[in-house]
């Protein structure tokens, strides 16, 4: 039996309704249900008296929830065993992360590093569908992504912890009337020439405005972000992106380009955090590096 399973088991017990230990858990209500019933039916003996009232514990469920929160209490006495150890042994620090912040980071890093020594810090650039895939694969400690709609079905198994909160916006040069203006419609987007970043977040995005509105005129997309910005520069094209990503890029802050809200159009909203297997045991310096992440990308 999952330890997983247990933990079901304690927490219906303790709140006594399926739907508050499915909010508790971040499990469906029928993922709680099915998996009493699956436990009930290994056991051979019901667990829960289950009514429109609630869920109460039989005499025997008692007994076996009494005995599934022994267990896991011991296994927590294992998992603080084995952080001490991480704690001491830990001499690498993998991280995936999208690309746009790579540039912002390395100065910091340079400061966390020094703080740890003997810490390598490996930093990889990579799309938040490669991060996610990379992360299972235990290829990588932590994965910084971007949280939307279009991915949320992909982190059950992850813990995710947002660190940055954000908003879809247009970029133009600064000599566009909507540079005036810091406003552009839909219908007006449908009428612009688009150079695009090639992830996964702005595919989702765009192929969701394309679907709700119409086909836009997209001369090209890039890994490059400099590519990208300097052809908006160059020529008559703009481009859409997470207000969070180029927010301190020198041409923003130079006033070459501008951010343009998109109004009469959802969701916009996009979120940058952290995610981590469930399966794997932080260790003081990788709960370390996320506060530390969390610190700056606040101040950025």
């Known amino acids: 039996m999952h330890l997983e399973k247990l933990e079901i088991l304690v927490e219906v017990a303790k709140t006594g309704s399926i739907s508050i230990a499915a909010e508790n858990l971040h499990v469906s209500q029928s993922g709680i249900s099915q998996a009493i019933t699956k436990i009930e039916e290994e056991l051979g003996i019901k667990i829960f008296n289950r009514s429109r009232l609630g869920a109460s514990l039989t005499v025997d469920g008692a007994k076996i929830v009494e005995k599934s929160q022994e267990i896991l209490l011991k296994y927590t006495e294992i998992k603080a065993?084995?952080?001490k150890s991480l704690d001491t042994q830990i001499s690498e620090l993998r991280v995936s992360m999208v690309p746009a912040f790579v540039n912002y980071l390395l100065t910091p890093l340079v400061e966390f590093k020094d703080q740890h020594l003997n810490l390598h810090i490996d930093i990889l650039e990579s799309t938040t569908e490669r991060t996610i895939e990379i992360i299972k694969k235990n290829q990588v400690d932590i994965g910084i992504i971007c949280f939307y709609e279009g991915i949320t079905k992909n982190l059950e198994e992850f813990n995710c912890e947002e660190l940055i909160d954000?908003?879809?916006?247009?970029?133009?040069?600064?000599?566009?009337?909507?540079?005036?203006?810091?406003?552009?419609t839909p219908e007006e987007l449908l009428q612009q020439k688009f150079v695009l970043y090639n992830g996964d977040y702005i595919?989702?995005?765009?192929?969701?405005?394309?679907?709700n509105i119409g086909e836009l005129t997209i001369l090209f997309s890039s890994n490059h972000t400099e590519e990208l910005l300097r052809a908006i520069l160059n020529g008559n094209a703009i481009t859409w992106g997470p207000n969070f990503s180029i927010k301190n890029h020198p041409y923003i802050l130079n006033g070459e380009l501008v951010e343009v809200d998109i109004v009469n159009y959802e969701p916009l909203h996009s979120t940058l955090g952290v995610i981590t297997s469930k399966k794997k045991i932080l260790s003081k310096v990788e709960k370390q590096f996320i506060n530390?992440?969390?610190?700056?990308?606040t101040s950025y």
């Open 166 to 184: 954000g908003k879809m916006k247009a970029y133009v040069k600064k000599d566009s009337p909507f540079a005036i203006s810091k406003k552009i």
């Open 81 to 83: 065993i084995a952080q």
């Open 203 to 211: 595919r989702w995005f765009t192929h969701n405005f394309q679907r």
């Open 292 to 297: 530390f992440l969390r610190s700056e990308l």
